[in-house]
C-alpha cells in the first residue's frame, strides 16, 4: 500500500500492517531497522535529525501508526505510560491550579495528581465520574483540567467523554483521556472532543509483555510543545529497541484485540452465571449499568474485568491462585497470557473510599489462551476459593 494515499481511505488492520512504513527508504526491507544510535552526523547533509532524545526514525513509525489509529494529528512515543501521562498533565497544568479526576483512577496518576502535584500547590476532586453533572460541580474558577479514564482502573466504569469534553470547552478546561483499556482500535477519544489522548503501551498495543512504553497523542501544535519541553527536558523518551517491539506488537493488534474481546465476552458471562462470583465489572456485560453509553463511544471492548467472588474478602486468595495452572499472579496486563491480581484482597470498606476498590476484587486480564481452558480454570480457582480457609 502506499504511504501517500490518503489517510482517511485506510482502515485499521491497514493502518497496523502498513501505515508509515516507507519500505524504499531501507532497501525494500520489509521490515525496517533499528536505529539504535544517540546522535545523527550532518557534516556532508543534515538529515532532519539531530539527537534521539528529540526524535528518531524508528519512534516516527510507531508514532505515526499510532496517531493515524487515534484520529489524531500526530503522536510522541515516551518510555512508559507514565512518562506520558505525567508529560500531558505538566503540558496542560499551572502552579497552584486545580485538577478533576476520578476516585478509582489507576493509582499511580491518582497520586501523581493528588499527592506529588502539591508540591506545585495543585489542588485536586476526586469524582466517582459516572455522570457529567460530577464534573460541572467540581468546577472551580481555577479548574485547568479533567483527566479522565475510560473505562476506568479496576470497577470499569465509564465517563461520557463527548459531553464531558464539549463541557470542558465551554469553560476553557483540558481533557485528558487514558485509553489504555479501549486501545485505539475501540474508542477514539479525539474525534469525542478530547484533546490529549495517552497510553501505556506497556498493555495491548505491545501486547507481548517484553517492553515498557507510553504514547500520547494530539494536535500538532500540542505535539511540537511536548517534544520540545516535557519529553524533550524531562527525557523520558522511548528506546528505539523498544520502539520497534511496538511496532512489531501494533502489526497484529486487530487480530489479538479480537481474540481479547471474544475470550472477554465469554469469561465475563461465564463468571456472571457462576455460583461463587457475587459480582462482575465489565463494560461489555448488557447488564452493566452503563451500557448504552459504552456502545455509544466505544466499538469493542477488551479483555481486562473484575469480580468478586462469593463471601467477597473473606477467604484465603493464595489458595485460591495457586489452584491455577493457566492464570499467573501479577501486576500489568494486556499480554498474551492471563493474568491474575487483587487488589480488594483483605481491603477494609473504609479503604475503598480512598482507593475506589470494593473488598473482595479480583482483577483480570483475558489473555489469548483457548476461551475453555480460561474458563475450566477460573473455575477450579473458584472451587478452591470456597473450600479455602477464612481469614
Ligand atoms: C499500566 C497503566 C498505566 C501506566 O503505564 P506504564 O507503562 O506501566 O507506565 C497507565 N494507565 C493504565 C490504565 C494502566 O493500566
Same mark, same amino acid.
Given at each position: ?70 484520529? &489524531?494529528?500526530?503522536? !510522541? *512515543?515516551? #518510555?512508559? +505510560?507514565? %512518562?506520558? /501521562? ?76 463527548? &459531553?464531558?469534553?464539549? !463541557? *470542558?470547552? #465551554?469553560? +476553557?478546561? %483540558?481533557? /485528558? ?89 465469554? /469469561? ?124
Amino acid at each position: 500500500m502506499d504511504v501517500k494515499d490518503d489517510l482517511a481511505k485506510w482502515r485499521k488492520e491497514d493502518i497496523c500492517a502498513h501505515w508509515g512504513d516507507d519500505y524504499d527508504r531501507y532497501e525494500g526491507a520489509i521490515v525496517p531497522p533499528i536505529f539504535q544510535n544517540t546522535l545523527f552526523t550532518r557534516k556532508t547533509k543534515n538529515h532532519g535529525y539531530t539527537y534521539t532524545r528529540m526524535s528518531n526514525p524508528t519512534l516516527e513509525l510507531a508514532e505515526r501508526k499510532t496517531a493515524a489509529l487515534e484520529c &489524531g494529528e500526530c503522536a !510522541l *512515543a515516551f #518510555s512508559s +505510560g507514565m %512518562a506520558a /501521562i505525567t508529560a500531558a498533565i505538566m503540558h496542560v497544568i499551572e502552579k497552584d491550579c486545580h485538577i478533576v479526576s476520578l476516585n478509582s483512577l489507576y493509582a499511580p496518576a491518582r497520586t501523581f495528581i493528588g499527592s506529588y502535584l502539591r508540591k506545585l500547590g495543585v489542588k485536586s476532586t476526586f469524582v466517582p465520574g459516572d455522570c457529567v453533572e460530577q464534573f460541572e460541580e467540581a468546577i472551580r474558577p481555577d479548574t485547568k483540567l479533567f483527566y479522565l479514564e475510560s473505562p476506568v482502573s479496576n470497577v470499569f466504569s465509564m465517563q461520557d467523554l463527548s &459531553g464531558i469534553a464539549q !463541557l *470542558a470547552r #465551554s469553560k +476553557g478546561i %483540558a481533557t /485528558i483521556v487514558d485509553n489504555t483499556w479501549a486501545t485505539p482500535l475501540y474508542q477514539n477519544p479525539l474525534q469525542l472532543g478530547i484533546d490529549i489522548v495517552v497510553h501505556s503501551a506497556s498493555k495491548y498495543m505491545g501486547g507481548h509483555s517484553d517492553l515498557i512504553g507510553g504514547m500520547l497523542v494530539a494536535s500538532e501544535e500540542s505535539i511540537q510543545s511536548i517534544q520540545v519541553n516535557e519529553r524533550g527536558m524531562y527525557g523520558a523518551i522511548m528506546d528505539p529497541h523498544q520502539a520497534w517491539l511496538l511496532t512489531r506488537g501494533l502489526r497484529t493488534l486487530p487480530l489479538r484485540m479480537a481474540r481479547h474481546a471474544e475470550n472477554g465476552l465469554r /469469561i465475563a458471562r461465564f463468571l456472571k452465571e457462576h455460583p461463587h462470583v457475587e459480582k462482575v465489572f465489565y463494560p461489555g456485560l448488557e447488564e452493566h449499568p452503563q451500557y448504552e453509553l459504552g456502545q455509544k463511544q466505544m466499538s469493542g471492548y477488551s479483555g481486562l474485568m473484575s469480580f468478586i467472588p462469593s463471601e467477597g474478602a473473606t477467604r484465603d486468595i493464595t489458595a485460591m491462585a495457586r489452584a491455577m495452572r493457566v492464570f499467573e499472579v501479577g501486576p500489568s496486563w494486556g499480554g498474551f497470557e492471563s493474568l491474575m491480581n487483587y487488589p480488594g484482597a483483605g481491603m477494609k470498606p473504609e479503604a475503598t473510599e480512598a482507593t475506589g476498590i470494593p473488598p473482595g476484587l479480583i482483577r483480570i486480564s483475558v489473555g489469548l489462551e483457548h476461551a475453555d481452558s480460561i474458563m475450566d480454570d477460573l473455575d477450579r480457582g473458584l472451587h478452591q476459593w470456597m473450600k479455602g480457609s477464612l481469614r
